[in-house]
């Protein structure tokens, strides 16, 4: 069955559809909140919590935005409230660091760790907002119409913004790529 | 329409308007119409051409590169969460609530739907009584007025000793305060009577089921 179908069902009070929406974007939804948290338990906890707040405002989901958008808003709000009360900064905000310390071992080779290593150095060169956008696009797949729900920004805002981002970030990745040549 | 100048040169102003498409295009994110502008585009523009194979570099790197820092999701989480949306207690207007509603007994539904209707077309009717009765007879306007006025005082009187709350002054309206002010204060306590009625009708039936009693589809307002 279909998303829809789903959603649907759930909007009925159909607890069991709404498992199988958790079932769907659970896995997408843990990283989101673990990316931007930092920390295995309270990404758990965040992801469950924003999936039982959804539950609970099901019949108010009219469908303007994809329920995955509008799930990751209600997330968003839960990782600006745990980084608010963790005392970091807010919103712009959303980044995470690059060098976390956490991140899954290497398991490939020395040439693709280096590479890695470039993109992170790369990314920490960029403006915060901009190294969101890309994060959305390359780490969460969001779709641009996703990404313009869940910021709250003009779709071709959206476009615009990742555009100058990839840009800028591709120039970094040049430049280092003409120091430490694949 | 051919992307060349004529001597096998691509003009740069294209170029300009596809190359922020370029990514999008390698990453399959377009739409089908600007899928197919670029792909023309690019196979004849060898600058364009160069920058997609840029582009796929870049794509690659920065994909490889979230691909290794996305973290396994813990095992059981899943179930976990589909474990607490299912024991959320239900509270009036949850989802959970209406499930319960949809298997409520539907005669409780259909006794709020006739308590209901059936209080609005009995104050209707005796709303309009007195014009029904005035109307019946070949009457000039002013004997219409006439005849209205005593038909609001009799309807007035015998009803005001069947509903309780009735004003005093609905028997006696047409008559004292001429007709369309006596109609007035004949008409006002069926509309409140309907009104009260419907509203108890809507708190108690609904609450009882989680329905609106309007609504067919069984969704809570």
């Known amino acids: 069955m279909t998303e829809d179908v789903f959603l649907r069902q759930a909007r009925h009070g159909d607890a069991?559809?709404?498992?199988?929406?958790?079932?769907?974007?659970?896995?997408?939804?843990?990283?989101f909140v673990r990316a931007r948290l930092r920390d295995d338990g309270a990404a758990a906890d965040a992801a469950q919590e924003a999936f039982l707040r959804a539950w609970r405002a099901i019949a108010s989901f009219r469908g303007e935005c994809s329920f995955r958008s509008w799930l990751y808003r209600i997330a968003q709000r839960l990782i600006i409230d745990e980084r608010t009360r963790?005392?970091?900064?807010?919103?712009?905000?959303?980044?995470?660091?690059?060098?976390?310390?956490?991140?899954?071992?290497?398991?490939?080779?020395?040439?693709?760790?280096?590479?890695?290593?470039?993109?992170r150095a790369a990314l920490e060169r960029i403006a915060p907002d901009e190294r969101e956008l890309i994060r959305l696009v390359y780490y969460d797949g969001l779709s641009y119409k996703e990404i313009s729900a869940l910021r709250g920004l003009p779709l071709g805002t959206v476009k615009v913004r990742l555009h100058r981002a990839r840009a800028r970030l591709r120039v970094q990745l040049e430049e280092m790529w003409e120091v430490h040549p694949a | 329409m051919s992307a060349n100048d004529g001597r096998g040169r691509v003009p740069r102003r294209q170029c300009a308007a596809i190359?922020?498409?370029?990514?999008?295009?390698?990453?399959?994110?377009?739409?089908?119409?600007?899928?197919?502008?670029?792909?023309?585009?690019?196979?004849?523009?060898?600058?364009?051409?160069?920058?997609?194979?840029?582009?796929?570099?870049?794509?690659?790197?920065?994909?490889?590169?979230?691909?290794?820092?996305?973290?396994?999701v813990p095992a059981g989480l899943t179930g976990r969460i589909a474990a607490a949306v299912r024991a959320e207690a239900p509270g009036r207007g949850s989802p959970a609530r209406v499930a319960r509603a949809?298997?409520?007994?539907?005669?409780?539904?259909?006794?709020?739907?006739?308590?209901?209707?059936?209080?609005?077309?009995?104050?209707?009717?005796?709303?309009?009584?007195?014009?029904?009765?005035?109307?019946?007879?070949?009457?000039?306007?002013?004997?219409?007025?006439?005849?209205?006025?005593?038909?609001i005082a009799v309807l007035g009187h015998r009803l005001s000793g069947i509903l309780a709350q009735a004003p005093a002054s609905l028997a006696a309206g047409g008559a004292a305060?001429?007709?369309?002010?006596?109609?007035?204060?004949y008409v006002l306590p069926f509309i409140l009577w309907a009104a009260v009625g419907l509203a108890i009708s809507y708190a108690t039936v609904?609450?009882?089921?989680?329905?609106?009693?309007?609504?067919?589809?069984?969704?809570?307002?």
């Open chain 2, 177 to 185: 305060a001429g007709t369309a002010v006596g109609y007035a204060w």
């Open chain 2, 19 to 72: 190359a922020p498409l370029l990514p999008d295009w390698d990453l399959g994110r377009l739409d089908a119409g600007d899928a197919d502008r670029v792909r023309r585009h690019v196979a004849q523009c060898p600058r364009c051409a160069a920058e997609v194979a840029a582009w796929r570099r870049f794509s690659a790197a920065v994909t490889a590169h979230f691909d290794a820092a996305r973290p396994e």
């Open chain 1, 16 to 31: 069991g559809a709404f498992a199988a929406l958790v079932q769907q974007s659970s896995g997408g939804l843990y990283r």
């Open chain 1, 86 to 119: 963790r005392g970091r900064a807010p919103v712009a905000g959303l980044d995470f660091d690059e060098a976390d310390p956490a991140a899954p071992e290497p398991t490939a080779g020395l040439e693709a760790e280096a590479e890695r290593q470039d993109v």
């Open chain 2, 102 to 151: 949809r298997v409520a007994p539907g005669w409780l539904r259909w006794l709020g739907w006739a308590g209901e209707w059936a209080g609005v077309l009995v104050a209707a009717a005796a709303a309009l009584a007195p014009i029904i009765i005035a109307w019946a007879a070949p009457v000039t306007w002013a004997a219409f007025e006439t005849r209205l006025a005593q038909s």
């Open chain 2, 206 to 221: 609904g609450y009882a089921t989680g329905y609106t009693i309007g609504d067919e589809s069984g969704h809570v307002t």
